[in-house]
């Protein structure tokens, strides 16, 4: 068993050769994070450990034990969503929303580095996150806002 910190909880978890999405999902049914492309491409099974956004896909979860694991299950509190959540709904900042929890994780960790990103900045940081439904122009205006 391996000790996992996830959300906040400390799991212990048969984690094997499993990648971390795969556990995340198959054994703590945290599903918010999504398989998408598999290889580290698409930024849909994005995740923070330490508050860096990584891709639980191309990580073993092995290799996340004694860090902070930060899954879309856990940005929110007390039934409150978290500010990004909520900018990205007033901005309709998504369609299918497949891609949804990847980039609010993404940009929370962005806000955290940089409080007040321009248009650059949040392009750059969210190169890694992909959406097929192409909600990019709202998804820049909902960040734009969280910044201003
Ligand atoms: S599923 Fe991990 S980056 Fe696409
Ligand atoms: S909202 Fe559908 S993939 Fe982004």
């Given amino acids: 068993m391996t000790a996992l910190k996830v959300n906040g909880i400390d799991q212990d978890v048969d984690v094997g050769m499993h990648t971390l999405l795969a556990v995340l999902r198959n054994e703590l049914g945290l599903v918010g994070a999504k398989e998408g492309c598999g290889i580290g491409v698409c930024g849909t099974c994005t995740v923070l450990i330490d508050g860096e956004p990584i891709s639980s896909c191309l990580m073993l979860a092995a290799q996340a034990a004694g860090r902070d694991i930060l899954t879309i299950e856990g940005v929110a509190h007390d039934g409150t969503l978290h500010r990004v959540q909520q900018m990205f709904i007033e901005h309709g900042a998504f369609q299918c929303a497949y891609c949804t929890p990847g980039f609010v994780l993404s940009t929370v960790a962005l806000l955290r580095e940089n409080p007040s990103p321009d ?10 996150n992909l959406c097929r439904c192409g909600s990019y122009p709202n998804i820049q205006r909902a960040i734009e806002a969280l910044g201003a």
Avoid at 119 to 128: D, K, M, N, P, Q
């Fill in 119 to 128: 248009a650059a900045a949040i392009r750059e940081y969210l190169a890694g």
